[in-house]
Nanobody, 118 residues
Framework: QVQPVESGGGLVQPGGSLRVSCVIS????????MAWYRQAPGKQRELVAR???????NYVDSVKGRFTISRDNAKNTVYLQMNSLKHEDTAVYYC????????????WGQGTQVTVSS
């Protein structure tokens, strides 16, 4: 496969939790920083979290303490555990390989929709 394949999105109430997953080709995953991005309606796509090949992590301030990014190198898969979800977390979530500045490297997948609503 060339494009990442994201899954796990859905509808969740405020304060709830959700875990999204992304499978990507070994060529785009191995020894690369992986990142999650999101795009809310009417807004630009933004970097949410990234994890290096050495498992170092960084988060945008708005999700610190609530979201956790992780990776499974044996499965070429990156995860985003989202807790204490808020309305403003509603967006389509995408994963991608990332450069040193958090910029996306490869093609985009379809993303997975996360909707936080009561």
């Amino acid at each position: 496969q060339v494009q990442p394949v994201e899954s796990g999105g859905g509808l969740v109430q405020p304060g709830g939790s959700l875990r999204v997953s992304c499978v990507i080709s070994e060529r785009m995953f191995r020894l690369r920083t992986m990142a999650w991005y999101r795009q809310a309606p009417g807004k630009q796509r933004e970097l949410v979290a990234r994890i290096s090949s050495g498992f170092g992590t960084n988060y945008v301030d708005s999700v610190k303490g609530r979201f956790t990014i992780s990776r499974d190198n044996a499965k070429n898969t990156v995860y985003l555990q989202m807790n204490s979800l808020k309305h403003e977390d509603t967006a389509v979530y995408y994963c991608n390989s990332a450069d040193n500045w958090g910029g996306p490297i490869g093609p985009w997948g379809q993303g997975t929709q996360v909707t936080v609503s009561s």
